[in-house]
């Protein structure tokens, strides 16, 4: 398979094949190609060379509708769900069962409920998706496709917005679905689940195959090396125990019905991560200390003063920056430019009298693009038009331009490649060196043992755990998370930072 945009060579003659009961893993950076296959598997494209063959006949994919009617389904990263429709009528949009021309909402409801099951989920599905958590929508996502009873499952990113324990639960409904002789193509960034989840994998790079070989004949550094064009990257180091000034100080910080009773501090030059399931209240909490959920009670204290937050604004003037988790509704101007996003929480830094400097703007945006590796066509490029994890770089250098004392981000690794997360887990780690504290909150546990010196544990709006990374390990961290009793032990075995 060839696909070109215009001048631009997306794949280069791509061969990869998926047998029945099968994952099959695509592997590769940002721009690899991944999501283009993805894309000409299910009609959102049209190749410009090469062909699809489905049980050895070939065939012209023209419209996700018609993948579908040949057994084709697809879930994207992006999600594409009817927020104000509920959640029964988004899985089965379109095929709803009938009773004499008529809906049969209770038929409609009971097989939602059945299907959402197998994922142990169990929720009110006469709900509007939007009222679910992001991680209880990218489950009806899932749950959407497996409905069209496909005999090929593509999924891009499918755990982006997923805790442990609901990776868990999906990685059981993908093995019973391979037994029924599934063949299911599965696009991730994260190492461990595609060595954890596939029976082979294809690496691409640059738009062209670079080799498809059985998980068990490959590892993950060799792997990551073919993704990259180079050595594995270097085991990153978590920071060291912190010795300077108290930036943040918690105390008793407690919201009716949401959160209760939650007191930690962070020191300049350290990076603290928060750990939980989903439903923990880590969202609320973190929000509620940048102003973006008033109506919690308790002390909060930056350098030593006490401060009450009521907007992000306020937050801001005392030094504080946040990443938010949902980069395309909160975080960033999609139909702005790069460089109108990148300078968007320090629009004081480029203007004199009021006007806006548009030297000192460019110069601003060529600095933090070449920093983070942007794949850009230039600083004025729309930011909707850069991929997934490329948007995730300029979200965080948007603030790391301001330079606060205390940034908290939230899945700062969200759906980007390992060389990006190699890069963010680098530039979060000389931050701190340089002074900065940071809080980070993540769904990927080897994550915060990599980056973080201690590890909050957050179980139902309570802390669980105020644990020292090197005392903690995956397990651990798990259990305390799921509310169950378990002692810090030191980890079993090597952590490998952003190549995790």
């Not at 209880?136 to 496709?145: C, L, T």
């Not at 060389?419 to 990927?444: C, N, P, W, Y």
Request: net charge negative; proline share 4%; aromatic share 4%.
């Amino acid at each position: 398979m060839s696909k070109s945009f215009g001048m631009n060579v997306v794949l280069d003659g791509v061969d990869f094949d998926l047998h029945p009961g099968e994952v099959h893993a695509l592997c590769g950076e940002n721009g690899a190609g991944k999501s283009t296959c993805l894309g000409l598997l299910y009609g959102l494209h049209q190749p410009s060379g090469g062909r699809v063959l489905l049980n050895d006949k070939e065939e012209r994919i023209d419209t996700p509708s018609h993948a579908q009617s040949l057994g084709v389904g697809c879930v994207f990263q992006e999600l594409s769900l009817a927020g104000a429709l509920s959640v029964a009528e988004n899985i089965y949009a379109g095929r709803a069962p009938t009773h004499f021309g008529v809906v049969d909402w209770p038929e409609l409801r009971r097989r939602a409920e059945e299907l959402l099951a197998e994922f142990g989920l169990h929720i009110d599905v006469s709900k509007p998706v939007d009222s679910l958590p992001i991680s209880s929508r990218q489950i009806v996502e899932i749950a959407k496709a497996l409905s069209l009873n496909s005999r090929i499952l593509l999924l891009d990113e499918p755990t982006s917005a997923l805790a442990p324990d609901e990776v868990d639960a999906l990685f059981d409904v993908l093995r019973s679905l391979t037994k029924k002789g599934i063949g299911i193509v599965y696009v991730s960034h994260h190492m461990a689940e595609i060595f954890r989840i596939s029976d082979r994998v294809t690496v691409l790079r640059d738009g062209r195959k670079i080799s498809t070989l059985p998980v068990s004949e490959t590892s993950q550094e060799q792997v990551v090396a073919e993704m990259i064009g180079g050595a594995h990257p270097d085991e990153i180091n978590r920071s060291e125990d912190a010795t300077g000034e108290v930036v943040l100080d918690v105390n008793k910080l407690s919201h009716p019905g949401v959160f209760d009773d939650i007191s930690f501090s962070i020191k300049a030059g350290e990076i603290v991560g928060m750990a939980g399931l989903m439903g923990a209240r880590r969202s609320e909490i973190v929000r509620s200390l940048v102003g973006l959920m008033p109506g919690a009670t308790g002390n909060i204290h930056m350098h030593g003063q006490p401060v009450k937050f009521t907007c992000l604004r306020q937050a801001m003037r005392h030094s504080v920056g946040f990443v938010p988790e949902e980069r395309k509704t909160e975080g960033l101007f999609l139909e702005q430019s790069l460089s109108d996003n990148l300078i968007a929480a320090s629009l004081s830094d480029h203007t004199r009298l009021g006007v806006m400097r548009r030297a000192s703007i460019k110069g601003a945006a060529t600095t933090a693009i070449d920093a983070f590796s942007v794949k850009a066509n230039g600083a004025f490029e729309e930011v909707g038009a850069l991929s997934g994890g490329n948007q995730q770089k300029i979200m965080l250098a948007k603030w790391l331009k301001r330079a606060p004392d205390l940034l908290i981000v939230e899945e700062p690794t969200k759906g980007v490649d390992v060389g990006a997360k190699f890069q963010i887990h680098t530039e979060l780690l000389r931050r701190a060196a340089d002074g900065m504290a940071i809080l980070v909150v993540s769904s990927d546990f080897p994550e915060l043992l990599s980056l973080s010196s201690r590890i909050l544990v957050v179980h139902d709006g309570q802390l669980a755990g105020d644990i020292p990374a090197h005392e903690a390990n995956e397990d651990v961290v798990l259990q305390m998370a799921a509310g169950t009793t378990a002692t810090p032990t030191a980890p079993s075995n090597t952590l490998t930072g952003a190549a995790s």
